[in-house]
């Protein structure tokens, strides 16, 4: 359940992200079976990051795989949107079980 909420400076808004997820993967060394991105244009003011991603993990995964997820998430970025690692910013959120409703049913991990 790897999921990412990406908010994009207007000026990559046009880009192709058909790519996103399988670079992710292959950065992450995780499979893209259950990852999901959104993507979202917005007008940003303050310090500039070209990418700003909310990662969202439930709290099963070890702390080796989130690292793991959110350095791939972060590498994908820039690659996929051609700007500097300095441009991408990872915020992750872990979940705990019973956070998280799926089909109409809490989802639950051990």
């Not at 244009?41 to 303050?46: K, L, P, R, Y």
């Not at 998280?100 to 991990?109: L, S, T």
Request: aromatic share 6%; hydrophobic share 50%.
């Amino acid at each position: 359940m790897p999921i990412a909420e990406l908010s994009v400076v207007q000026a990559l808004a046009e880009t192709d992200v058909s790519s996103l997820v399988t670079a992710w993967s292959a950065e992450a060394g995780v499979d893209d079976t259950h990852m999901t991105v959104n993507v979202a244009s917005v007008v940003q003011v303050g310090v500039p990051k070209a990418v700003i991603a909310r990662l969202y993990l439930p709290t099963l995964w070890s702390q080796a795989q989130v690292d793991a997820l959110q350095v791939g998430l972060a590498r994908a970025c820039a690659e996929v949107f051609g700007v500097d690692a300095d441009g991408v910013q990872v915020l992750t959120f872990l979940l705990p079980s019973g956070r998280v409703v799926e089909g109409g049913a809490v989802e639950r991990w051990g």
